[in-house]
């Protein structure tokens, strides 16, 4: 056998394995109800309760961010994410967490944000000169 065939043999079983041995990705959206039964992470979509407090004091913990968010359901919970609070949080308009439940609060490992677009006025002022 020629020796193209033989690595090409070991790269083709190697990422098989890799494959195999990886840890499951989360995919599908949950609500604060399912993870509180789960035993594994899951990601739950919600608005950013405003009304609500946020707490971060950056010169006592810079890794210690709370606020509240409400479930595509309703459910509202407190959810706790260690790390650095990100720029512009209060402007955005959706927060994908990814966590477990601890208790009554929800502990966030990844936080992804959909903000407003920054040109969302200017599509607005442009499609009202082209109708005038």
């Not at 083709?12 to 195999?20: E, N, Q, R």
Request: charged share 30%; with cysteine; aromatic share 12%.
């Amino acid at each position: 056998m020629k020796k193209i065939y033989i690595v090409a043999l070991v790269m083709l079983v190697a990422a098989s394995f890799m494959l195999i041995k990886s840890p499951p990705e989360v995919s599908t959206y949950s609500d604060f109800a399912t993870a509180k039964t789960s035993q594994k992470a899951v990601k739950i979509a919600g608005q950013l309760s405003k009304d609500k407090e946020m707490y971060y004091e950056p010169t006592k913990d810079p890794n210690y961010f709370t606020f509240f968010v409400k479930d595509d359901k309703g459910e509202e919970r407190k959810v706790i994410f260690l790390d650095k609070k990100p720029k512009d949080f209060e402007m955005s308009e959706q927060i994908v967490i990814t966590g477990k439940m601890q208790g009554e609060e929800f502990l966030a490992e990844e936080m992804l944000l959909k903000c407003p677009s920054k040109y969302k006025d200017d599509q607005v002022y442009i499609k009202s000169q082209k109708s005038s």
